[in-house]
């Protein structure tokens, strides 16, 4: 089994910033592909940005390419999400999930594992 929990959300004003982090326990944490969803009120779950199981590999949103970028540090079995220029439509609760990775690709759905999600909330 694997446990994630996400930290690192809060409300913030349109145009700042917020780093998301995701520690991973349980497993081999580099067995897995990460990634990040996010759902708001009224709306799906949608994918906002993965991350292969080395971390050479990424891949993010359209709606929020440019300013949230993904990483991972592969000693500390975190993945993070840092999130800049962040705008209203940004709000949602963000959902840290992982997949056993079977080749190098980013994963964007089909995720095994999920957290119990952090808040963001963006004003103006």
């Known amino acids: 089994q694997v446990q994630l929990v996400e930290s690192g959300g809060g409300l913030v004003e349109a145009g700042d910033s917020l780093r998301l982090s995701c520690v991973v326990s349980?497993?081999?944490?580099?067995?897995?592909?990460m990634g990040w969803f996010r759902q708001a009120t009224g709306k799906e779950r949608e994918f906002v940005a993965g991350?292969?199981?080395?971390?050479?590999?990424?891949a993010v949103a359209d709606s929020v390419k440019g300013r949230f970028t993904i990483s991972r540090d592969n000693a500390k079995n975190t993945v993070y999400l840092q999130m800049n220029s962040l705008k209203l439509e940004d709000t949602a609760v963000y959902y840290c999930?992982?997949?056993?990775?079977?080749?190098?690709?980013?994963?964007?759905?089909?995720?095994?594992?999920w957290g119990q999600g952090t808040q963001v909330t963006v004003s103006s």
């Open positions: 991350i292969s199981y080395s971390g050479a590999r990424t």
């Open positions: 999930v992982a997949k056993y990775a079977v080749n190098r690709a980013v994963i964007t759905t089909g995720y095994d594992y």
């Open positions: 349980g497993r081999t944490f580099t067995s897995y592909a």
